[in-house]
């Protein structure tokens, strides 16, 4: 009978530290479980947060396009005003330099040849009718 007796007291011994061990496993089991749905949910919101950047990035991306065309149409209007300007500036710079020939070489001529016959008539003057007209003044 005692080792009938001792026998289930190692059996109760042996359930209770199974079921010990059981307890424990399943205590851990749950925190693990309750790690888990954390985890998830932490990774449920990080996807909607993820979601929410790649529309807005989306949005982004179409009005950089929209502004990119903006910006290219604007640059092509003033490739077309810069070429305008550039013609009157070429067509200002010609006239500049027909005026400056015109200035150096046409009316220049005209006046060196007034000088000159003042000069001529200076000496012309002075030398042959000189005393005659120095009298009459």
Avoid: P, T
């Avoid at 006239?95 to 060196?112: C, K, Q, W, Y």
Wanted: proline fraction near 0%.
């Amino acid at each position: 009978k005692d080792e009938r007796i001792a026998l289930q007291r190692n059996l109760i011994a042996l359930a209770i530290a199974a079921s010990l061990l059981l307890l424990g496993f399943s205590i851990y089991e749950f925190i693990q479980y309750r790690k888990k749905q954390e985890l998830n949910q932490r990774l449920i919101k990080l996807n909607e947060n993820i979601l929410r950047q790649k529309e807005e990035l989306e949005i982004q991306a179409q009005q950089l396009s929209v502004m990119s065309r903006e910006i290219e149409e604007k640059n092509k209007l003033l490739e077309v005003d810069n070429r305008k300007k550039e013609r009157s500036i070429r067509d200002k710079e010609k006239r500049i330099l027909d005026f400056a020939f015109f200035n150096a070489h046409e009316l220049r001529a005209s006046v060196a040849r007034i000088l000159g016959l003042v000069n001529v008539f200076k000496h012309q003057f002075y030398n042959r009718h000189g005393k005659a007209y120095r009298q009459k003044l």
